[in-house]
């Protein structure tokens, strides 16, 4: 079977195993989620995932290495993550 997800850019085997055991399985599920939600989902499932992973996430949505994300970028997706720490959502 074809794991579609390791296809995208920064996304390998650990990561794209976690990804799956929440419920995403292609691009247009990780679009769906979106990098934040899709990194808090994982987070919750007890797996212990770094930052890098949620950088990661948005590369590959991007279709960028997670390195080349612009600091503006990576300082939005915290906020949004601690957003939804604030809002009781992790």
């Known amino acids: ?4 997800l ?16 929440i419920g995403i399985h292609n ?3 990780l679009r769906r989620y979106g990098a934040v939600d899709a990194y808090r989902a994982v987070r919750a499932r007890g797996f212990r995932a ?3 992973l949620l950088y990661a996430i948005e590369g590959a949505l991007l279709d960028i290495h997670w390195s080349e994300l612009p600091a503006t970028r990576k300082e939005s997706l915290n906020l949004q993550l601690g957003q ?3 809002d ?3």
């Open 1 to 4: 079977m074809i794991d579609e």
């Open 6 to 21: 390791q296809h995208l850019k920064n996304l390998g085997k650990t990561s794209s195993q976690w990804l799956h055991a």
């Open 27 to 29: 691009p247009d599920d």
């Open 50 to 52: 770094s930052k890098v």
């Open 84 to 86: 939804a720490a604030n």
């Open 88 to 90: 009781g959502k992790i």
